[in-house]
């Protein structure tokens, strides 16, 4: 897949003939220097951005050839966002925030399904206040339900802990890692090894090109390999071991411990992106 931006002569490539799949199931983290195409490729494959050339294939449907109509239904049902940004309206409680999706997609949503969805989170006895009432991180907990309620294929996170305290952070990221057992895909592009640890992989870009991939990474490993510049590792030269686990989340109801083993070469692919049709 490849995205370019701009007009004859001054023509960018933010992505350069990059191919991936992500399988059903699993956490990808994508990481990267500013510039890398990080944002790019999450809003290609989320369909909020139209690739150049190639191809995005979410199961068997193909994103690049839906209209913005359809674009616009499959974004509601089939997938969920977290952002930076909590994008909370602070005049609603945090139940009728998580309640707006549903909302959106024309459904006449059931007090279960809403109070369901922050009970994922911990947040249920939190259902009636608003976010103004709300510490950040309970604040990005009601987004993740919000994302949760239409019982997504895949999250999308965007430096989902970037404004949050490290104590929180690891919360939101236990959730994240938590919604994998579900059968739930989530991708996910950050800057902090610490959060990157708690994914089953993750992608190196640079200059719009994955340069280098790691799995069942520790934080330590990652920052290493951020601070060589995420140089391709040698075919002769595979990487050492991971432990067993990724760090656990604090013991809570609301943040899960990162499971022991993984068993995601073995699932369907749920994410496919390619110059041409990945085989799911």
């Given at each position: ?132 009432e709300l510490s950040g991180g309970q604040q990005q907990r009601v987004a993740v339900a919000r994302a949760l309620v ?131």
């Amino acid at each position: 897949m490849t995205r370019s931006y701009g007009r004859d002569g001054s023509t960018v490539k933010a992505l350069d003939d990059v191919s991936l799949t992500m399988r059903r199931g699993t956490f990808t983290a994508v990481m990267g220097p500013s510039g890398s195409g990080k944002s790019t490729l999450l809003h290609c494959v989320a369909g909020l951005d139209r690739p150049t050339g190639g191809r995005v294939l979410l199961g068997d449907t193909d994103l690049t050839g839906l209209s913005e109509a359809r674009l616009t239904r499959l974004r509601r049902g089939r997938i969920g966002f977290v952002f930076q940004a909590f994008n909370l309206l602070p005049s609603l409680t945090a139940a009728q925030n998580v309640a707006l999706p549903l909302r959106l997609a024309g459904r006449r949503p059931r007090k279960a399904e809403v109070l369901h969805a922050l009970d994922q989170v911990g947040l249920r006895g939190r259902a009636g206040h608003r976010p103004g009432e709300l510490s950040g991180g309970q604040q990005q907990r009601v987004a993740v339900a919000r994302a949760l309620v239409t019982r997504p294929e895949v999250l999308f996170g965007d430096e989902p802990t970037g404004a949050l305290d490290s104590t929180a952070g690891r919360v939101v990221l236990g959730l994240l890692r938590a919604m994998t057992d579900e059968g739930r895909t989530v991708i996910m592009v950050t800057h902090d090894p610490v959060a990157a640890s708690f994914a089953d992989r993750v992608v190196f870009l640079a200059d719009g090109r994955i340069r280098d991939e790691l799995d069942a990474p520790t934080a330590e490993r990652v920052a290493a390999r951020m601070a060589a510049g995420a140089a391709p590792a040698s075919p002769s030269a595979p990487s050492a071991p991971a432990s067993p686990s990724a760090p656990s989340a604090p013991a809570s109801p609301s943040a899960p411990s990162a499971p022991a083993s993984r068993t995601a070469s073995a699932a369907p692919s749920v994410l496919s992106v390619s110059p041409a049709v990945v085989p799911c």
